[in-house]
């Protein structure tokens, strides 16, 4: 069954140090999406991807951060100057239309 | 600002007996919701959807009822299984961006 892969599945980084986190999602979906959770909240949207462009990003979703398709198979997030509070599981999701699939997460620790 | 509420943080049933997760919601917009079910350190798993259009959707032991006028809906899960042990978060989403809006999530616990 297909599935959205995500690396690495732990990262730890020095806070102001940039991050990428790197996905792969399902190969005939057409939406991608970012998604993070903070220990002991809910999960939160950040952006969504269609068409090689920023459809909708959330107010979380600053300058800090960015993300890309750089091939036809990857989406990835970059985080430019982590800082402690952008500690939390990282997922990515894809879709064809309303049914996201999400990956196992990435866990980011700042410290 | 929640737009997608889950009132009950836990739920504790046994084994064979019905679950029964609510969601509530204040935005008029949503038009899809959908129900992901999580364990520990894997990513959400999408389980079953309904359309604002319908007011209920069945899938094997799963049931999504919508009650629009009363902007709530409810996921039953009968009869429950100690798998079915997880957090379970309800999602809405409105248009054609498909942008999921969260619930806090319900721990169900089904003992055996």
């Known amino acids: 069954e297909p599935e959205v892969t995500q690396t690495p599945s732990h990262q730890v980084t020095q806070m102001g140090q940039e991050v990428i986190l790197r996905c792969v999602p399902i190969s005939n979906h057409l939406y991608f999406y970012w998604y993070r959770q903070i220990l002991g909240q809910k999960v939160e949207f950040l952006v969504s991807f269609y068409n090689n462009e920023i459809s909708e990003k959330s107010e979380i979703f600053d300058d800090q951060f960015s993300v890309e398709r750089p091939d036809g198979s990857n989406f990835t997030l970059k985080i430019r100057s982590t800082k402690l509070e952008d500690s939390a599981m990282y997922f990515c999701?894809?879709?064809?239309?309303?049914?996201?699939?999400f990956g196992q997460g990435t866990r980011l620790t700042v410290v | 600002d929640q737009q997608v509420k889950q009132n009950s943080p836990s739920l504790s049933v046994q084994e064979g007996r019905i679950s029964i997760l609510n969601c509530d919601y204040t935005?008029?917009?949503?038009?899809?919701f959908l129900w992901y079910k999580k364990y520990p350190a894997e990513g959400p798993t999408f389980l079953i959807s309904i359309s604002s259009i319908k007011d209920k959707n069945e899938d094997g032991r799963f049931t999504v009822f919508l009650n629009k006028s009363a902007k709530h809906l409810s996921l039953h899960i009968v009869p429950s299984q100690p798998g079915d042990s997880a957090v379970y978060f309800c999602?809405?989403?409105?248009?054609?961006?498909?942008?999921?809006?969260f619930g806090k999530g319900t721990l169900l616990t089904v003992n055996p």
């Open positions: 935005n008029s917009m949503f038009d899809y």
């Open positions: 999602a809405a989403t409105r248009g054609s961006n498909y942008k999921l809006t």
């Open positions: 999701a894809s879709s064809l239309d309303t049914e996201a699939f």
